[in-house]
């Protein structure tokens, strides 16, 4: 065997230390016949631009190049074994780690967001105790320089402000459905490798409390989200993601839909919708944060946020004369931030993924007009179990009341979209007539039931309402999602459409005084 080495390289010292970081494997084959010998790199190498080679008979060949600035070749009779994920090389083995994946840069941000307070903490306070221990002629002499140059500092923020603003103008958006202008700092890509993560994170958190999928709880929510996947298939958003759910064993009513496609339905939200249609609009509401990106766009609104709100954070703490006081004011601030910036910004959003979301449910044929009767229900809920009321503007989703405002207003449109797309025609009963019609049964009975004297008169309350459906619900909404008849199927997709499910069926399987006819109020 013949070792053929050509050096470029004028520093090829210490071989052994830099060969794991230097060396790559190359092989060729030569056209003379030559002396079947072993080479080997001898521990000594001369003070010259070439390589010392002695033969053996017991090593194994050395093969290494070095990135194009060394060449180094074995030719023989035997083929050298394929390597993979490592190689003997001066006969230890030589293994190639796996790249490395940088961390998700909203990951990274949410990281380093304490860090910042705790930088602007520790800047303002400093800055206040520099500025306590000048004497009073270096104070003044401070304040001549500024003024001296206050022009300077002026232009100089003035510049600072201006390429802020160019740095937000190059990260503008137009979102999807609504074709509305908003901020992104974080791009899709980035924030679907969070969501990733935080995918897992859910996982492991509910491992214990997901229903197995032969539940009927899991097939039902499982057929709506495909069914409404299916039907709004011609948005790119939602033909993208691959959508996966996972139904929640906990009495909490609550549903999330991640930026990934994984829909997470708790059993208590299931336990307040009273037919698929209401199922359908409350998934069309979580899955139109997914396809609307909300989740980037209000991290992106945090961030700017943030860092506006560290340049008054350092002023609080630079001027409050004591630290009590600093800690007050920041109290302030953060509380001022949350009622300015973020909540009502998220209200904003949950208002427009009502709007979206009514749109898919739509486009999914559901009967829309039980979207403003689930809201209803939810806001009796309140009120008989007690649950504690606060104004809208310190909460971060509208109030109940208001959205089923918003969602009567938009039912005309969404009617108008639900015809065009080929959908059957709707049952004469509004289920928004039905409600109120059950809510008036409900008052006049509970007067009876109050106490007799003039106080109770006064004050009627209404009856306490179970709070939990039968365990038989979640079979009926899965046959209310059963493919219908032939008039019934859309005849493009093929795909089955809910059926209208009468009032009659629901009320039946819903605990209701028997005067009153159709869905009562969870």
């Known amino acids: 065997m013949l070792l053929l080495c050509v050096l470029r390289s004028s520093r090829f010292s210490s071989l052994s230390a830099h060969l794991t970081r230097h060396f790559r494997v190359c092989c060729a084959q030569a056209g003379r016949p030559v002396q079947k010998t072993h080479y080997w790199v001898s521990s000594q190498t001369p003070p010259s631009n070439s390589v010392h080679l002695r033969a053996t008979s017991k090593l194994s ?3 290494f190049l070095n990135n194009g600035r060394t060449a180094c070749c074995q030719i023989g009779p035997k083929p050298p074994l394929p390597v993979h994920s490592g190689l003997v090389l001066l006969g230890h083995p030589f293994h ?4 490395a994946r940088a961390l998700p840069a909203p990951l990274i941000w949410l990281m380093l967001k304490p860090l910042q307070k705790l930088v602007a903490i520790i800047l303002g306070r400093s800055i206040r105790k520099w500025w306590g221990a000048l004497s009073a002629d270096r104070r003044q002499l401070f304040r001549n320089w500024v003024r001296q140059r206050r022009w300077h500092l002026v232009a100089g923020a003035g510049v600072t402000m201006v390429i802020v603003a160019l740095l937000l103008l190059t990260h503008l958006d137009e979102s999807p459905v609504t074709g509305r202008t908003r901020l992104l700092l974080f791009s899709r890509e ?9 995918s897992e994170a859910y996982m492991e958190e ?3 409390l997901l229903v197995p999928v032969t539940d009927p709880r899991h097939q039902v929510v499982e057929r709506v989200v495909q069914h409404l996947a299916q039907r709004n298939k011609d948005i790119p958003e939602v033909s993208e993601v691959t959508w996966s759910v996972h139904v929640v064993q906990s009495p909490d009513v609550n549903a999330f839909v991640l930026p990934d496609g994984k829909v997470f339905m708790f059993a208590g939200m299931l336990e307040e919708v009273m037919d698929v249609h209401q199922l359908t609009i409350v998934l069309g509401h979580e899955m139109a944060h997914a396809v609307l ?7 992106s609104l945090s961030h700017v946020v ?5 340049i008054l954070l350092t002023a609080i703490w630079a001027l409050c004369p004591r630290d009590s006081l600093a800690l007050l004011g920041q109290w302030v601030q953060d509380k001022l931030s949350q009622l300015m910036f973020n909540r009502p910004f998220s209200r904003k959003l949950e208002a427009e993924a009502d709007k979206v979301g009514l749109q898919l449910a739509a486009k999914a044929c559901a009967d829309v007009r039980a979207g403003p009767v689930f809201w209803q229900q939810m806001e009796i809920r309140d009120q008989l179990t007690g649950e504690p009321t ?3 503007w310190l909460s971060t989703h509208p109030s109940h009341k208001n959205r089923f405002t918003q969602l009567d207003r938009l039912m005309p449109q969404a009617l108008e979209l639900r015809e065009s797309c080929s959908c059957p025609a709707l049952p004469a009963t509004d289920p928004r007539a039905v409600f109120i019609k059950s809510v008036r049964v409900l008052l006049e009975t509970a007067k009876p039931q109050e106490g007799g004297g003039p106080e109770g008169a006064r004050k009627p309350r209404l009856p306490h309402i179970p709070g939990s459906l039968p365990t038989g619900l979640p079979a009926a909404l899965l046959a209310q999602t059963a493919l219908p008849s032939s008039s019934n199927v859309d005849q493009e997709t093929q795909e089955p459409v809910p059926s209208v499910a009468s009032e009659l069926a629901v009320a039946a399987a819903v605990p209701a005084p028997a005067e009153v006819e159709g869905p009562q109020p969870s």
């Open 190 to 198: 980035k924030y679907m490798e969070l969501a990733a993560l935080i």
């Open 96 to 99: 190639t780690s796996a790249p």
């Open 61 to 63: 060949p050395l093969l």
């Open 306 to 310: 943030d860092l506006l709100s560290l």
């Open 390 to 392: 606060f104004p809208e």
């Open 206 to 208: 509910f491992a214990e």
């Open 293 to 299: 990106g909300h989740s980037a766009e209000q991290a």
